[in-house]
């Protein structure tokens, strides 16, 4: 058997469904790798379990592997220094509920918010947010590469007529990116992305569901909606298998 590797998708804050997927996936041998995305965090009632289990799998698996950092990782780490006020009370974001986690209150009811006092703490992130987790933040990748594909969060930078290989690029479009160009023309070496939804990127789908991984010429996009109703997916390269938390 050659080598493996197995990659997932934005879990945020979705312990059970990365519970899931983990154990969804074949026996991993030595020379396998494990890619996570990134997005651990944010949205999903148990943020906290997930970077706890995440970190726990990089020190107890056998294969290799690769944690990305994610554009939610990444406000976070700039939030412990000088807080992004408009990411972190932007409800959709999902801030409220790491902060919930992390503080060890209890996740966030369906219809629920915080109440101004919690607002307020929740702003003084150096107060509350781990030290160990913001510098376990900071050391993570913006990208990777095997034999396979390349490995991003979001997607590239732009060279004008093509896309930068990942380490030609600026960090901002590694972990950000959302140009419909991207999606819709990119052709090079195999890439996996997340970051964006697969209900939610500007393609035709044809009868494709919110759940189902985008897979089109050299693109695969793996996020669809884990944290926000959707399910966690994971692919296996290079078969396509694919693992989900559904």
Same mark, same amino acid.
């Given at each position: 058997?050659? &080598?493996?590797?197995?990659?997932?998708?934005?879990?945020?804050?979705?312990?059970? %469904?990365?519970?899931?997927?983990?154990?969804?996936?074949?026996?991993?041998?030595?020379?396998?790798?494990?890619?996570?995305? /990134?997005?651990?965090?944010?949205? /999903?009632?148990?943020?906290?379990?997930?970077?706890?289990?995440?970190?726990?799998?990089?020190?107890?698996?056998?294969?290799? &592997?690769?944690?990305?950092?994610?554009?939610?990782?990444?406000?976070?780490?700039?939030?412990?220094?000088?807080?992004?006020?408009?990411?972190?009370?932007?409800?959709?974001?999902?801030?409220?509920?790491?902060?919930?986690?992390?503080?060890?209150?209890?996740?966030?009811?369906?219809?629920? &918010?915080?109440?101004?006092? *919690?607002?307020?703490?929740?702003?003084?992130?150096?107060?509350?947010?781990?030290?160990?987790?913001?510098? #376990?933040?900071? &050391?993570?990748?913006?990208?990777?590469?095997? *034999?396979?594909?390349?490995?991003?969060? %979001?997607?590239? *930078?732009?060279?004008?007529?093509? #896309?930068?290989?990942?380490?030609?690029? %600026?960090?901002?479009?590694?972990? #950000?990116?959302?140009?419909?160009?991207?999606?819709?023309?990119?052709?090079?070496?195999?890439?996996?992305?997340?970051?964006?939804?697969?209900?939610?990127?500007?393609? *035709?789908?044809?009868?494709?569901?919110?759940?189902?991984?985008?897979?089109?010429?050299?693109?695969?996009?793996?996020?669809?909606?884990?944290?926000?109703?959707?399910?966690?997916?994971?692919?296996?390269?290079?078969?396509?298998?694919?693992?989900?938390?559904?």
């Amino acid at each position: 058997m050659g &080598t493996r590797t197995f990659v997932i998708a934005d879990i945020h804050g979705d312990l059970p %469904a990365l519970e899931a997927v983990l154990a969804r996936l074949p026996k991993l041998a030595a020379k396998d790798t494990v890619v996570f995305l /990134g997005d651990y965090v944010d949205r /999903g009632p148990d943020p906290r379990g997930v970077v706890e289990r995440v970190r726990r799998f990089v020190k107890e698996s056998k294969t290799k &592997t690769v944690t990305l950092r994610g554009n939610h990782e990444d406000k976070w780490i700039q939030s412990v220094i000088k807080p992004d006020l408009p990411f972190l009370i932007q409800w959709g974001n999902g801030c409220a509920s790491t902060f919930r986690s992390f503080s060890g209150a209890p996740p966030l009811g369906p219809d629920e &918010t915080l109440d101004i006092p *919690e607002i307020q703490k929740m702003l003084d992130v150096a107060g509350w947010f781990p030290k160990d987790v913001a510098e #376990w933040m900071e &050391t993570l990748p913006l990208w990777y590469e095997d *034999e396979h594909a390349l490995y991003v969060h %979001a997607g590239l *930078e732009s060279d004008g007529d093509g #896309w930068k290989h990942p380490s030609q690029c %600026a960090p901002k479009p590694l972990m #950000w990116m959302r140009e419909p160009r991207f999606y819709n023309g990119y052709r090079g070496k195999r890439l996996v992305f997340g970051h964006t939804p697969v209900a939610d990127l500007p393609i *035709e789908r044809g009868e494709a569901g919110p759940d189902d991984v985008f897979i089109d010429h050299d693109l695969i996009g793996l996020d669809t909606g884990c944290g926000k109703g959707g399910v966690l997916s994971a692919i296996e390269l290079p078969s396509g298998t694919i693992y989900q938390s559904r």
